[in-house]
């Protein structure tokens, strides 16, 4: 199925509405108490480093573009928030794999009617806890090996580094909660990488708006869930029935 690359947020919409659904709510619980903890937490002890750190990405602008400075600081603030709450989001989510994985479970069968292979109970998700860490930690090697690249490019054509790595971090959201009901299904992480490329527009601008709610207050304690309902739906609608 071929999709408009505007396609994507509307998934991260729909997955707003699904998290109020009364079926759902009790598997939205858990995830997003732990996502209020997490930012609330770190939040508390990022917020007044965060403008030292804004000046120092200015910093790395060449005295001879200081006439861009005025340009640079919203886009030094962009990347700053782009760092900063994906570290966040993925110490969110390496805590509450499990549970975003049982979410997806669920919200897929209802959206499928079906039941899932190896279905989950919310004791059995705590008991998966180590294999998830694992899943994660293929994520965070992934990203790790752009974001060294992301780095040097940074220096080189440093007045684009905010949007290099938002771009970087919005593809890497994309991957993280679509990879969810995936990986109900055992899926390599190789194979969802490739599904999720795939439609790279689509794929994209989902994990862009991801990220932007994540920049934004008291929205993004309900990102995570939302977007995991957003993953799954995406999971069930573009990449299920693809061919390995």
Known sequence: MTASPLSGPDYLLRGFKIIRQPGIRLFVAIPLLINI????????????????????????LPSWLDFLRWILWPLAVILVLAIVMYIFSTVANIISAPFNGLLAEKVEEMLTGEEVA??????????????????????????????????????????LAPLLWFALNAWMMAIEYCDYPMDNHKLSFKEARKRVGSQRGTSFSF??????????????????????????????????????
């Open 37 to 60: 903890i997490i930012f609330g937490a770190f939040t508390t002890l990022t917020l007044d480093a965060m403008n030292g750190w804004i000046n120092q990405v200015i910093e790395w």
């Open 118 to 159: 190896g279905r989950e109970t919310i004791a059995m998700a705590i008991a998966s806890f180590p294999k998830s860490i694992g899943r994660e930690c293929q994520k965070l090697l992934y990203y790790l090996g752009f974001a060294i690249l992301t780095l040097i490019a940074s220096f080189v054509i440093s007045p």
């Open 207 to 244: 994990g862009a708006l991801v990220m932007l709610g994540t920049m934004v207050p008291i929205l993004n304690l309900f990102i995570m869930p939302a977007a995991v309902c957003g993953g799954t739906l995406m999971w069930v609608e573009r990449f299920k029935h693809q061919p390995s």
